[in-house]
């Protein structure tokens, strides 16, 4: 089988990601890198998976043009949320495939620009909406298919974000302007999640939030010249003793979200930056029943019941959270082989594009609703142009 010839632009907080691409056994390898610091490309190759860089087989630039000239199958884009759409669109309409970080864009009207492009050009976008193959997910997914609760009539979500002074307010993530705000930038996963859970796209929003308790710190810093891995650790706790935040802050550190499905379906959101743990609870509800996981990696449980009872904290069954290799319990490794697939056979995917953009009009829509005192707000729904499925 000869090896897909993979670019990618992008090496920063999330470059380490593109490693993944480098794996003969999975029939690709990384032949080009780019990032607008010197610095970066210089002091990438460990975290691409290279154990002598330079390589002389991947072509090492600054520049992204120089990767449409480039004879690839694909390109990888891990550049901050806000530089997606241009980039993404300007290889799609070049005729090369593009893997775009999550989330697809920071407003929907990007979002929808790129899914006209994909349709206009005809070439593959996937977005990398890596917990759709995290396992903790794919088996809530596999419960809910088999009947184990009936027709799922709400989806609750509480996303405990224990990391979140490290990796969301000392760098770009802060400044609106960049990222619209957390409920897109980290919501997305979770919102596309829901989604898929429940079977349908969010199309009614009701939201509040606050910047609680990262607004309250003066010590800031231009953390430009550094990545998330030079400054996060645990010893930076509590969070009011975290120094050096980003000079601006103004997304919120804690959001609550109640979501009307277009198939009825209700669901909840919540999302705190500053608590101790960091992990997602999931519970849905069916007419026969609930499922809710404790942990959400291996060593963790879903637990299902499905009897009338009183308190019961064990549930009537019991399911231990499947292991996987490399990040997300084995959700990177997963999204990135079901994109060579894809790329090499068409077919069906568990992503499309259009449930990412979804997942963004949702958590964009929520966004303007909690900056507007909860007002109830419509999602806006698709452009007509669908992404027509890839077949040879």
């Known amino acids: 089988m000869e090896l897909l010839r993979i670019g990618v632009i992008g090496l920063g907080a999330r470059g380490g990601f593109a490693r993944h691409f480098h794996r003969p056994e999975a029939g690709a390898r990384l032949v080009a890198a780019c990032d607008l610091r010197p610095e970066a490309v210089a002091a990438a190759g460990p975290r691409l998976g290279f154990a002598n860089w330079p390589d002389p087989a991947v072509a090492r630039t600054t520049d992204p043009d120089d990767l449409l000239a480039g004879d690839l199958d694909a390109v990888v884009v891990l550049t901050p949320d806000d530089t997606h759409a241009a980039l993404g669109e300007r290889f799609l309409e070049a005729g090369i495939p593009v893997y775009l970080e999550k989330p697809m864009a920071t407003t929907i009207e990007d979002c929808d620009r790129l899914l006209l492009a994909a349709e ?154 500053f608590s101790p743990d960091y992990w997602r609870n999931y519970t849905v509800i069916g007419t026969e029943g609930r499922l809710e996981n404790f942990g959400d990696t291996a060593g963790g449980v879903i637990r299902l019941w499905n009897r009338r009872h009183d308190y019961r904290a064990e549930g009537d069954a019991e399911f231990p959270i499947a292991d996987g290799a490399g990040g997300h319990g084995g959700g990177d490794v997963g999204i990135v082989d079901d994109f060579l697939r894809y790329l090499r056979e068409g077919g069906e995917r568990s992503a499309t594009p259009l449930a990412a953009r979804e997942a963004v009009a949702a958590g964009v829509t929520a966004t303007r609703s909690l900056r507007s005192g909860g007002t109830v707000l419509e999602v806006p729904p698709a452009p007509q142009a669908r992404l027509r499925p890839r077949s040879h």
């Open 120 to 273: 206009r050009s005809g070439t593959v976008l996937h977005v990398g909406h890596n917990m759709r193959h995290m396992p903790v997910v794919t088996q809530l997914r596999e419960l809910i298919l088999a009947g184990a609760i009936g027709e799922v009539q709400s989806v609750w979500c509480r996303h405990f974000v224990g990391h979140g002074g490290d990796y969301y307010f000392k760098d770009w993530h802060a400044d609106r302007s960049r990222s619209t705000g957390l409920l897109l930038q980290k919501g997305a996963h979770d919102l596309d999640v829901i989604h898929w859970l429940a079977g349908g796209y969010t199309r009614r929003v009701s939201a509040f939030g606050d910047l609680r308790v990262y607004g309250r710190i003066a010590d800031r810093r231009d953390n430009s010249d550094r990545v998330m891995q030079d400054w996060f650790s645990y010893d930076n706790w509590p969070p009011l003793a975290q120094r050096e935040l980003h000079p601006v802050i103004d997304i919120e550190d804690l959001s609550l979200v109640n979501l009307q499905l277009g198939n009825g379906v209700l669901a909840a959101y919540q999302q705190c930056h």
